[in-house]
Every structure is written in structure tokens, then in C-alpha cells.
């Protein structure tokens, strides 16, 4: 194959469009594993999220909630998986004209059925594992409770919490590739990712391992959790993917990619 690696400038964007050259060139099994990797990491930091805010709202809770957040996300950047539609790499290597949109679509479609694909297992595990519904099942109410009420309640609220979460994640990535050794890498992430968690962010994929899971626990689990998490019958399928996950994988899609195709013709226009 021949090499498309030239007359990329000294930034932060050209370092990306090179990660993501480097991720067009592997083999479709390799992306699909690595997407479902990224897909089960964010399943656990939504998990650790669950766990943490079943305390009270206190400063030390949500730092807790938001470092435990970050932390889980740190090696989806660092393994060198993507998110989608949080696929910065591949969206500046299109940008820029490194690899075709061809390329970008299919590399796309393999990273967005990886990440669902390990969600949804990791909230399948989770599931038949009682942990929703075992003990006194505060776990399952808690999971009830953000379900009911994330991200927001309107589709312009969830746009809009879509397109910060995504941003925040894409800067996050970005930043780290100034950095070359690991420690420096995390530090630098720690900020967005935790300004990810603590200021109700949103991102696709966490939302579509938590309201699968609400919906089975309200459905299946006894009545008394819907009575006390104060939820309604608005945990539907199609709330699932009409009031929640498409609005907020459209704010992705605008948060990440519209703005990030923008940034890197600008860059390219006054280079």
C-alpha cells in the first residue's frame, strides 16, 4: 500500500490524522475487537458511576464518581481504541485527506458495532449476574434512578449534552497525544474526562448500556423499584432510542465531528 504519510504539519491534529492513517490500515477483525474493548471500558466506568453516586451528593462523591470515570476511560485512549462517534484520529485523517470517506464510513460502522457490542455485553453480565436485582437491590434502583432522568428531558437538552460530552472526550484524546510517556498522557486527561462525569455530560454509549439495563429492571424486578426511583413508563425501547440515544449520538456527531472536520479545513485553509 502506498504511503500517505506526507507534508503533515507539527500539531496536535496531525498526530491524530497519523493514528488514524495507522487504524485504516488494520484488519477489520483487529478494529472490531478494539472497539469492543472501548465499548466494555465505558460500560465499567458507567458502572463505577452507578456504584459511587449511590452516596450522598457530596463534593468527595462526585470527585470519587468523576476520577473512577476517568480512570476507566484511560484505556480506551491509551490501548489505541476509538469510540464512536468520539473517533477523533480517523475523523482528522479524513479531514484532512489522509484516507478516503469510504475508508472513514467503514471504519466507522466496525468501531460503532464494537463499542455497542461490548456495552451490551458487559450489561448482559451485569444483568444475569443479580447484580441489579440481588440484596436489598440499590444498585438496580440507582441504575432506575439516572435512567429516569439522563441526560435530560428534552431532545434540545440531550442534543446539547451530547455535543459537550463529545467534546470534552475528543480534547481528551486530543491533549494526549502531546505527551509522550504514560504518566503524562493520564494527566492530561484527567481534567476533561473528569469535567465529563462531574458536569452531566453525556455520551451515546453510556447511555446505552445504562437504560437497557433500566428498562430489564423495571420490567422484570420487582414493582417496588419503580414505585421508589420515582420513575414512570417512559423507559421504553422507544424512549431508548428515540428520546435518548438518537438525539444524543447526533449531539456526538456535531460535539466531534462536524466541528473537528471544521477545525481541520480552517487549519488546512490558513496553513
Known sequence: ????????????????????????????AQRFVLAASAGIFIAIAAAFYVSLSQQPNTLVSVLASGLCFTLSLIPVVLGGAELFPSMLATTAAAAGGYISPREALCSGLIVCAGNTGGVLFLAALMWFSGLCTGGDGRWGLRVLQISAHHPGDTFITNLGLGMVGNLLLCFAVAISHAFHSLTDKILA?????????????????????????????????????????????????????????????????????????????LQRHHA
Not at 500517505?4 to 488514524?20: E, F, Q, T, Y
Not at 473528569?194 to 433500566?214: D, R
Open 189 to 265: 486527561m484527567l481534567l476533561p474526562l473528569s469535567l465529563f462525569s462531574a458536569s452531566g455530560a453525556a455520551h451515546g454509549m453510556v447511555s446505552l448500556f445504562l437504560l437497557p439495563l433500566a428498562i430489564a429492571v423495571q420490567s422484570s424486578a420487582p414493582a417496588r423499584f419503580g414505585l421508589l426511583s420515582g420513575s414512570d413508563n417512559a423507559l421504553s425501547v422507544c424512549y431508548l432510542l428515540a428520546g435518548n440515544l438518537f438525539p444524543l449520538v447526533l449531539g456526538n456527531l456535531i460535539g466531534g465531528g462536524l466541528l473537528l472536520l471544521a477545525l481541520v479545513r
Open 1 to 28: 500500500m502506498k504511503s500517505r504519510r506526507h507534508d503533515l504539519p507539527h500539531s496536535l491534529l496531525a498526530v491524530a490524522s497519523r493514528a488514524g492513517m495507522a487504524r485504516a490500515e488494520q484488519s477489520p
